[in-house]
Antibody
Framework: QVQLVESGGGLVKPGGSLRLSCAASGFTFSDYYMSWIRQAPGKGLEWVSYISSSGSTIYYADSVKGRFTISRDNAKNSLYLQMNSLRAEDTAVYYC?????????????WGQGTLVTVSS | SYELTQPPSVSVSPGQTARITCSADALPKQYAYWYQQKPGQAPVLVIY???ERPSGIPERFSASSSGTTVTLTISGVQAEDEADYYC???????????FGGGTKLTVL
């Protein structure tokens, strides 16, 4: 069965960096677009970034552009999110989610999320 | 920036029909998707490509679209349907993913 397991969250000071990972299993990882989506405490869902199956197409939400970098290692079935210059407003649960084969479109499988807290 | 507009809350009694709307200019050109999220859990896809239901999702979940508004309908609402519901789509270019603000469904 499809599994997505995030890791790497934690407490970090404003201006700091953190790298999130998502380990995928149960499907052919290299066939699918993948995304990061976040949810601030008590708030709604916010799309962060997506990456195409080969890694050649990448897009970011304006709120993270220039600070976050998405990447993937298809040989390791893993998705990553490098987060730099973190701000208090980046505090959220970060979900890894599977897109479709052709595009980011919709997200049919989600991980359980990893909490990132940005605070001094 | 592009936005999807949902009502903050909807309340229904058990057995009744709940309707949750989602509005945006690009919805006639882009598919809409719906997710259910219960407290402390990850979202679950309940509708894709405007009105398709993934396997395992009960038939009481359906959706329709009309112009710039899409509607999630839950027929015969059950207590277990109490959750937050989010619509999702893309901007007119199809490049950027957008979520609605979410609707809290309360089963009275």
């Amino acid at each position: 069965q499809v599994q997505l397991v995030e890791s790497g969250g934690g407490l970090v000071k404003p201006g700091g960096s953190l790298r999130l990972s998502c380990a995928a299993s149960g499907f052919t990882f290299s066939d699918y677009y993948m995304s990061w989506i976040r949810q601030a405490p008590g708030k709604g869902l916010e799309w962060v970034s997506y990456i195409s199956s080969s890694g050649s197409t990448i897009y970011y939400a304006d709120s993270v552009k220039g600070r976050f970098t998405i990447s993937r290692d298809n040989a390791k079935n893993s998705l990553y999110l490098q987060m730099n210059s973190l701000r208090a407003e980046d505090t959220a649960v970060y979900y890894c989610a599977r897109g479709s084969v052709m595009a980011s479109s919709y997200f049919d499988y989600w991980g359980q999320g990893t909490l990132v807290t940005v605070s001094s | 920036s592009y936005e999807l507009t949902q009502p903050p809350s909807v309340s229904v009694s058990p057995g009744q029909t709940a309707r949750i709307t989602c509005s945006a200019d690009a919805l006639p050109k882009q598919y809409a998707y719906w997710y259910q999220q219960k407290p402390g859990q990850a979202p679950v896809l309940v509708i894709y490509k405007d009105s398709e239901r993934p396997s395992g999702i009960p038939e009481r979940f359906s959706a329709s679209s009309s112009g710039t508004t899409v509607t999630l309908t839950i027929s015969g609402v059950q207590a277990e349907d109490e959750a937050d519901y989010y619509c999702q789509s893309a901007d007119s270019s199809g490049t950027y993913v957008v979520f609605g603000g979410g609707t809290k469904l309360t089963v009275l």
